[in-house]
């Protein structure tokens, strides 16, 4: 089904998408423990229906009842991730245990994410439902970043959620108030966000939305690339604008820059991320002191002819930094890049030897160049957590600040860079505390 023309193609699937942490006990012989779960479900379904003109065969909503525990997902569940107009996350503490569902999260994201670079508009088509309460502070940076008000759908809601109502009959008026402004908040998410249509993920290789530390981790973007009036003569500038952070190499297929797209990508898996300029970085070598924070650098092969920066891009290969990865994004359908591929190809592999012929599989491949939207968002998740796992084993441990020297130590969590305007912030501590060991392997091996 298309929609308006300029707007995002209507999916063909469920209106709605229940993402939903199953009960403990589930694919027993006695009672179904998601039994209310259920309930809510078929309610929710009934209230999208009757807001609507749903075109006949078009289900209200998908829920998942299949087993979970170390299976696959289903095909008719990548489907629906793929073709729902809204995903519903019904919010409790075991619902952000789950890595199962910050899979579901991360896969209906990444559609959002695609909409919002493709039109420069953000697509607000996650609508949180709360199940049980769960306090702020254990969000995920992707849950707090939706900024919904559960008091909007009733104060008895906010404070006991779904669960405590739908349980007793004294709150049945109230259960029957916030299913119906649920649907209402779906509808209308449903009608502004128009987020088009995905493709089926391999869950296998997708990661959760809620990362694998306690808290939002910290991320540099750097971006190495020139601005409009800086370009080589003859080159076109309509990738460029006034700062290096206005560089979209993949444009016409997307209207918002690229470091835009990587801070949205990073955020989707809970990592707060700063973005700045290379020119503006210290020189490889000159910095002092312990590494910040993990960080991704975005070059531009078309930098590379400026010699100052290729010099100083070949230095930083050089250097013992393997907590910075890089990713040489370029646009197969730039008549340009594609008649110089070559060239900048070869002044790539003469630049950045090291990054283009060690590390994982993925950094790489990202180094050796990364040719379209699609390659770049699903490799960048890779390399963003190969950075992170680097800079886990690199950055020095200290004993906290009240805690005994006996007890064991933290690492160093992200300095703060200082806010900068439109982007999210380094917090200055505990971006890092709580994340997994991390794997002692030779990252030079595929």
Known sequence: MTGKEGEAPVPDGPYFFLSYAPATGRGGSGPDPDMWVGRLFEDLCRGVAEL?????????????????????????????LASCRVFVPLFSPRYFASEWCGKEWYAFAQRAIRHRAATNRPADAIVPALWIPVPPRQLPLPAEQLGFDHRDVGERYAADGLYGLIKLRLFAEEYRRAVHCLARHIVGAAHTGRVGPGRPLDHRTLPSAFGTAAGPRALRVTVAAPTRDELPEGRDGVYYGQSPLDWNPYHPDTQRPLALVADDIAGSLNYRPTVASFDDESPPGEESGPPSGPEVLLVDRWALLDENRRARLAALDAADRPWISVVVPWNRDDPQSRAAADELTARTAATLPSRVSHGRPACRAAARGVESIDAFEELLPHVVEAAAQQYLRHAPAHPPAGRAPTQRPRLIGPMDHGPQAGHRTVQPHDALDGAPDVEDTDDSQP
């Not at 003109?53 to 990548?78: I, K, N, V």
């Open 52 to 80: 609507t003109a749903l075109p006949a065969g078009t289900p209200p909503g998908f829920m998942d009842r299949g087993p979970r525990p170390g299976g696959a997902w289903s095909e008719q569940l990548g489907r629906s």
